[in-house]
């Protein structure tokens, strides 16, 4: 008998009661005495000066992780309150205090790493080499090198507390301005009032009429508190800059480079083969405009269906499907999937007041995650789910490793996530019953490439373009648009009749505050897995187990060496990138060629 799979999640196994869990308010308050704790060994603490200093480091280490875990705990839990439920007030408090506590946690880390960038290089290979520390190797020294680039650690402390009201506050009433807002849109005949989630997801829709009054009820909206979110973006920018000036750093990407542990020559050479090779999706946009009956692909229509049989899945149809390829590729990740399926980790339930998009967050000590979206029964939205679940699968992959080790970089993230989506997009494609169903899920496919090579770039370009105007001073809503337009038909290749000049309001990536540049890493790790998935095609299920070598990897080294140890390709050369993409290519032809020949 089939398991019937929830679409809402189960969150009470973690902490009873939401908001109000008696249960989630004690472990907070335990994180109090462990901080306390950790904040004054931090203060103790005094460079290690020989290998005899070896042991009490790891020490420090442990303690270091355990009341990292506590803090990330709460964390994961209240951030998933606060998507499942926008108007959730309890959950904002909690989220504001959970932010204060990792404050305080990330400061007390900023001094030992300053402590241990004194070292002396010759005690630091000594110290390293102990059988106590030979397991942090990669990440002591990224804590050491990143010490170099910062300020004093007083500094660093002020910048860092000052940070939770002045910087990820910003960003904080961002998902409250947008959790605000509400639109009406007609759909098949009745008139609804919509999240922007909601909304967006009709951009799918197969009414034209219904995806244009979507779109444009949202850029109303978007343009009726633009000057909000021009400030809001304006702030966190000056935040960020002014703090990159005081470290001395001049170029934006500096910091994101760093955090996905990659060269700026292989981001240069990763955009370089994408630019040069954009014609056949300039073509596939063209192709699908004049499918459509238009002289010119509107923004509304960019994820339009091109067919009438584009197959609707149920949640548990979706699930099944999922299972049922996971499986053909091992018995671990299918393993893995049934659990999250059965043990309600996934929320998918379309309702009002859930934030748009959709997430996977991980919960460190009960080793669980939890996977959010909201599920309107594409295939699309099957593969959406299938993404999530790779990101959830990564970190069932690390828990071997000691958590220390398993804070992998953003770009190598979405290589699993990416890959999951491919097994499920892959075997649509081939189990297609006819050839309109083909043309639906083989136009899903290369709406993933424009959306990775086209919407992503000129999210990248508006971005560093941004940056680099607001270093002069505020740049106003209506440059901010421009900026955005241009972007815009740079990005995608001039193939766009028209653009969406509020797209920088309406991108939640855009005013994210933990991780800079949130865009250029998805392309990253969109090209990446396709080199590993030709690799598992190549090799069959016996690749399982290579595979999650590969992730257990990504949180230790950079990611050039990652490549270098497990495809055997220098990603520094365009060479590398122009492969994935030709895969891509492949698909946009087969399309044109499929929909050219439609009887």
Same mark, same amino acid.
């Given at each position: 008998?089939?398991?019937?799979?929830?679409?809402?999640?189960?969150?009470?196994?973690?902490?009873?009661?939401?908001?109000?869990?008696?249960?989630?308010?004690?472990?907070?308050?335990?994180?109090?005495?462990?901080?306390?704790?950790?904040?004054?060994?931090?203060?103790?603490?005094?460079?290690?000066?020989? @290998?005899?200093? =070896?042991?009490? *480091?790891? /020490?420090?280490? &442990? !303690?270091?992780?355990? $009341?990292? +875990?506590?803090? #990330?705990?709460?964390?994961?839990?209240?951030?998933?309150?606060?998507?499942?439920?926008?108007?959730?007030?309890?959950?904002?408090?909690?989220?504001?205090?959970?932010?204060?506590?990792?404050?305080?946690?990330?400061?007390?880390?900023?001094?030992?790493?300053?402590?241990?960038?004194?070292?002396?290089?010759?005690?630091?290979?000594?110290?390293?080499?102990?059988?106590?520390?030979?397991?942090?190797?990669?990440?002591?020294?990224?804590? @050491?090198?990143? =010490?170099?680039? *910062?300020? /004093?650690?007083? &500094? !660093?402390?002020?910048? $860092?507390? +000052?940070?939770? #009201?002045?910087?990820?506050?910003?960003?904080?009433?961002?998902?409250?301005?947008?959790?605000?807002?509400?639109?009406?849109?007609?759909?098949?005949?009745?008139?609804?009032?919509?999240?922007?989630?909601?909304?967006?997801?009709?951009?799918?829709?197969?009414?034209?009429?219904?995806?244009?009054?979507?779109?444009?009820?949202?850029?109303?909206?978007?343009m009726d508190k633009e000057e909000f979110f021009a400030k809001t973006l304006n702030s966190i920018a000056g935040?960020?800059?002014?703090?990159?000036?005081?470290?001395?750093?001049?170029?934006?990407?500096?910091?994101?480079?760093?955090?996905?542990?990659?060269?700026?020559?292989?981001?240069?050479?990763?955009?370089?083969?994408?630019?040069?090779?954009?014609?056949?999706?300039?073509?596939?946009?063209?192709?699908?405009?004049?499918?459509?009956?238009?002289?010119?692909?509107?923004?509304?229509?960019?994820?339009?269906?091109?067919?009438?049989?584009?197959?609707?899945?149920?949640?548990?149809?979706?699930?099944?499907?999922?299972?049922?390829?996971?499986?053909?590729?091992?018995?671990?990740?299918?393993?893995?999937?049934?659990?999250?399926?059965?043990?309600?980790?996934?929320?998918?339930?379309?309702?009002?007041?859930?934030?748009?998009?959709?997430?996977?967050?991980?919960?460190?000590?009960?080793?669980?995650?939890?996977?959010?979206?909201?599920?309107?029964?594409?295939?699309?939205n099957v593969a959406t789910l299938a993404h999530e679940l790779g990101h959830a699968f990564h970190s069932f992959?690390?828990?071997?490793?000691?958590?220390?080790?398993?804070?992998?970089?953003?770009?190598?993230?979405?290589?699993?996530?990416?890959?999951?989506?491919?097994?499920?997009?892959?075997?649509?494609?081939?189990?297609?019953?006819?050839?309109?169903?083909?043309?639906?899920?083989?136009?899903?496919?290369?709406?993933?490439?424009?959306?990775?090579?086209?919407?992503?770039?000129?999210?990248?370009?508006?971005?560093?373009?941004?940056?680099?105007?607001?270093?002069?001073?505020?740049?106003?809503?209506?440059?901010?648009?421009?900026?955005?337009?241009?972007?815009?038909?740079?990005?995608?290749?001039?193939?766009?009749?028209?653009?969406?000049?509020?797209?920088?309001?309406?991108?939640?990536?855009?005013?994210?505050?933990?991780?800079?540049?949130?865009?250029?890493?998805?392309?990253?790790?969109?090209?990446?897995?396709?080199?590993?998935?030709?690799?598992?095609?190549?090799?069959?299920?016996?690749?399982?187990?290579?595979?999650?070598?590969?992730?257990?990897?990504?949180?230790?080294?950079?990611?050039?060496?990652?490549?270098?140890?497990?495809?055997?390709?220098?990603?520094?050369?365009?060479?590398?990138?122009?492969?994935?993409?030709?895969?891509?290519?492949?698909?946009?032809?087969?399309?044109?060629?499929?929909t050219s020949s439609v009887d």
């Amino acid at each position: 008998m089939t398991v019937k799979f929830s679409e809402v999640w189960d969150l009470d196994t973690l902490f009873p009661g939401g908001s109000d869990s008696k249960e989630l308010r004690l472990h907070m308050d335990e994180a109090g005495p462990k901080l306390e704790e950790f904040e004054k060994r931090a203060q103790r603490f005094q460079p290690p000066s020989s @290998r005899e200093d =070896a042991e009490r *480091l790891a /020490s420090l280490l &442990e !303690e270091m992780k355990d $009341t990292m +875990l506590h803090i #990330d705990q709460a964390g994961s839990f209240i951030g998933c309150l606060m998507a499942q439920n926008t108007e959730d007030k309890k959950a904002a408090i909690l989220q504001s205090e959970s932010s204060s506590q990792n404050a305080r946690f990330q400061s007390s880390v900023q001094k030992i790493q300053q402590d241990l960038s004194k070292v002396d290089d010759v005690v630091w290979q000594n110290i390293l080499d102990t059988e106590e520390l030979r397991q942090f190797d990669f990440f002591l020294n990224e804590l @050491r090198d990143e =010490a170099k680039m *910062l300020l /004093s650690e007083k &500094e !660093e402390n002020l910048i $860092t507390a +000052l940070s939770t #009201d002045g910087y990820h506050a910003w960003s904080q009433l961002y998902d409250m301005l947008v959790g605000d807002i509400k639109v009406s849109v007609t759909v098949d005949g009745e008139k609804k009032t919509l999240s922007v989630g909601q909304a967006n997801n009709l951009s799918s829709h197969a009414d034209g009429a219904v995806r244009k009054e979507a779109y444009e009820s949202l850029e109303a909206a978007w343009m009726d508190k633009e000057e909000f979110f021009a400030k809001t973006l304006n702030s966190i920018a000056g935040f960020r800059l002014e703090t990159y000036k005081k470290r001395g750093w001049d170029n934006p990407l500096q910091e994101p480079l760093h955090i996905n542990r990659m060269k700026q020559e292989t981001l240069d050479a990763m955009w370089s083969a994408i630019s040069k090779n954009k014609q056949p999706f300039v073509d596939y946009l063209a192709k699908k405009g004049e499918l459509l009956g238009k002289d010119g692909l509107e923004w509304f229509d960019v994820d339009a269906p091109v067919t009438e049989s584009k197959q609707q899945y149920s949640y548990q149809e979706g699930a099944e499907f999922i299972l049922k390829h996971f499986g053909k590729f091992g018995p671990e990740l299918e393993a893995f999937a049934q659990n999250a399926f059965e043990k309600g980790w996934i929320e998918a339930e379309d309702r009002p007041n859930k934030r748009p998009g959709g997430f996977c967050t991980g919960l460190p000590m009960s080793e669980e995650s939890r996977i959010f979206m909201t599920y309107s029964g594409s295939m699309s939205n099957v593969a959406t789910l299938a993404h999530e679940l790779g990101h959830a699968f990564h970190s069932f992959a690390l828990r071997p490793v000691h958590s220390l080790n398993r804070s992998y970089a953003m770009n190598v993230a979405e290589t699993a996530s990416t890959f999951a989506e491919m097994i499920v997009s892959d075997a649509a494609v081939k189990s297609a019953e006819s050839k309109e169903e083909k043309i639906a899920l083989l136009e899903d496919k290369v709406q993933r490439s424009v959306a990775f090579f086209m919407n992503i770039h000129a999210r990248f370009l508006f971005e560093t373009r941004f940056y680099e105007e607001r270093k002069k001073g505020v740049v106003p809503a209506e440059r901010l648009n421009e900026l955005m337009q241009q972007a815009q038909v740079e990005g995608f290749g001039g193939g766009l009749k028209s653009g969406h000049p509020h797209f920088w309001a309406s991108k939640l990536h855009f005013y994210i505050t933990y991780v800079p540049f949130y865009n250029f890493p998805y392309t990253f790790g969109y090209l990446f897995s396709l080199s590993v998935y030709a690799k598992a095609l190549e090799e069959g299920k016996g690749f399982e187990e290579k595979y999650m070598a590969l992730l257990r990897d990504t949180a230790i080294m950079t990611a050039e060496d990652l490549a270098m140890k497990h495809l055997q390709e220098d990603i520094t050369q365009e060479a590398f990138w122009e492969k994935g993409i030709a895969l891509c290519v492949k698909d946009a032809k087969e399309f044109i060629t499929l929909t050219s020949s439609v009887d």
